[in-house]
């Protein structure tokens, strides 16, 4: 695998990572709430269940689940009915006052056990069945037939847990910041009602789409 690959596939992978989606938006909200040390634990969630679908799509299931129209559909119902109800939950937290832990800098309404922040990630991450098209259409892209196939199924998969993770982070620190600037009860107020009706739009535009 040149180095000309690598580049090519780290490009494809970050655009698709960083483009603002459920994952994304949770990253965001998790940094306002909790602070970008925390939402470490959500960025796990988020890479454990992407590393699933891709391992899922090596494996050669991706394929089946995308020719299984009840599976895809029934994980895309589940995934949909998630997201509302986690908008919904984000719309709610807006009539509760943040308050600025001076330790961190940050922010949270009560202190969120950390499982329970990864299972949120793990859950929205998994309510994408997408993600899957995407390896199943990706991988075959990058890798070059005749050589070490787990070699280059190791790099790509390293490559692309890193990216996830950054572009993951990224959004929880741009969160936390936007709180430590604009940490009037008001704008956080506006902020997460944006954040959970975006949520809720996301969950309803899911059910909506076609496969």
Not at 19 to 28: Q, T, W
Not at 39 to 66: D, E, F, R
Not at 171 to 199: D, N
Request: proline share 3%; hydrophobic share 50%.
């Amino acid at each position: 695998m040149s180095f000309h690959f690598i580049l090519l596939y780290s490009i494809t992978v970050f655009v698709a990572s960083i483009i603002p989606g459920p994952s994304m938006l949770l990253a965001l909200t998790h940094g306002m709430q909790h602070g970008a040390r925390r939402t470490i634990a959500s960025a796990m969630g988020n890479l454990a269940v992407t590393l699933l679908q891709a391992s899922i799509s090596i494996a050669g299931l991706g394929a089946v689940l995308i020719a299984s129209e009840n599976i895809f559909q029934g994980i895309r119902w589940a995934g949909a009915a998630y997201l509302v109800y986690m908008g919904i939950g984000i719309w709610r937290t807006s009539k509760m006052k943040m308050t600025i832990v001076p330790a961190t800098g940050s922010q949270t309404l009560k202190k969120v056990p950390l499982r329970k922040m990864f299972i949120q990630a793990a859950l929205v991450t998994a309510g994408n069945p997408k993600a899957i098209v995407f390896f199943t259409a990706v991988f075959p892209q990058f890798v070059t037939p005749g050589t070490a196939y787990l070699t280059q199924i190791c790099i790509l998969m390293g490559t692309g847990s890193l990216i996830a993770f950054s572009c993951f982070m990224t959004y929880a620190i741009g969160g936390q910041k936007i709180v430590s600037l604009f940490s009037e009860e008001t704008i956080g107020k506006h902020i997460t009602r944006v954040i959970g009706g975006t949520f809720i739009g996301a969950g309803i535009g899911l059910a909506a789409s076609s496969k």
